[in-house]
């Protein structure tokens, strides 16, 4: 599948120093990994967030959420970059400043070589202890029924941000900082409904940043945008680094 490009747009990623990239679920939606709020597809329309997705959720019921995320780990073993990540690593090669932050916790940005990725709501890849957050271990089997043990005795946990929790501190503050900084932002698939990723690209566009989202549907975002590239990001995030770059 082709998609036209603006030739305007073309022309400011080329000329562009300086560029924040922020994704979401959507971004790994053509590798196979669920998104959360696509109606039908999405992990909550079929599960609840409160259920799974909170300390005190965790606290309630340790194994459910342990092999919820043990699930979604599981998946994650299967899939592979798509087109969309490998033309974000395209164009962090290209531009001068760059920085990638992501919502998502699939590692796939990394997998296909992006280097300048700040992960704002963690990584399943990795398990903390539930008391101390210090990273403790690799994933382990649940043992007598329950989630494995941290030395302390506190159970672990993945290395995720939920809901009420805040964001690792220095990972948001350089994604702020780079809003502030750069002359162009990419918001690729990203339903722009959790802040603070959300604030993010209005932070961006209030510091003179030109703003394009890349998603199918539209956001809460789509009319403070000044540009909209309506298609998967595996089909448009190829289009503009071929049209940026000839
Ligand atoms: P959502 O599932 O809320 O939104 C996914 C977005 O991707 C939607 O706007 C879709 O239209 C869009 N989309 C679907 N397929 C796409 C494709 N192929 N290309 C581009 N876009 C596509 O996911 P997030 O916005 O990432 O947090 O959700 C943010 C946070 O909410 C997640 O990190 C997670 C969730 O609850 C926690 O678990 C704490």
Redesign the pocket.
């Known amino acids: 599948m082709s998609f036209a490009i603006a030739p305007a747009l073309a022309a400011m990623l080329r000329a562009a120093r300086n560029v924040l990239v922020l994704t979401?679920?959507?971004?790994s939606?053509?590798s196979g990994v669920p998104?959360?709020?696509?109606a039908q597809t999405?992990l909550?329309a079929q599960f609840d967030?409160l259920e799974l997705?909170t300390p005190r959720a965790f606290a309630r019921n340790p194994r459910l959420v342990w092999d919820w995320y043990a699930w979604r780990r599981e998946l994650l073993a299967t899939v592979a970059p798509n087109a969309?990540h490998h033309a974000l690593v395209a164009i962090e090669r290209r531009v001068p400043r760059f920085l990638l932050a992501t919502?998502?916790v699939d590692g796939l940005h990394a997998a296909a070589g992006s280097r300048a990725l700040v992960e704002l709501?963690g990584n399943l890849a990795r398990v903390i202890c539930s008391r101390e957050h210090t990273l403790v271990s690799t994933w382990a089997e649940p043992a007598d029924g329950m989630p494995p043990r941290c030395a302390c005795g506190a159970w672990l946990r993945p290395d995720?941000?939920?809901?009420e929790e805040n964001l690792p501190p220095q990972a948001l503050a350089e994604a702020q900082r780079a809003a502030e900084e750069c002359d162009l932002m990419l918001v690729?698939?990203?339903?722009?409904?959790?802040y603070p990723?959300a604030a993010l690209p209005l932070a961006a566009r209030r510091a003179g940043a030109c703003v394009v989202e890349?998603?199918?549907?539209p956001?809460p975002l789509s009319g403070d945008m000044d540009f909209v590239l309506r298609a998967?990001?595996?089909v448009a995030l190829p289009a503009l680094v071929a049209a940026a770059w000839p």
Not at 24 to 27: D, E, K, R, S
Not at 214 to 217: A, D, E, G, H, T
């Open positions: 979401g679920a959507g971004v939606a053509e998104t959360f709020r696509d999405g909550w967030p997705a969309g919502q998502n709501h995720v941000v939920w809901f690729a698939g990203t339903a722009a409904e959790v990723a890349i998603n199918p549907q956001t998967p990001s595996g």
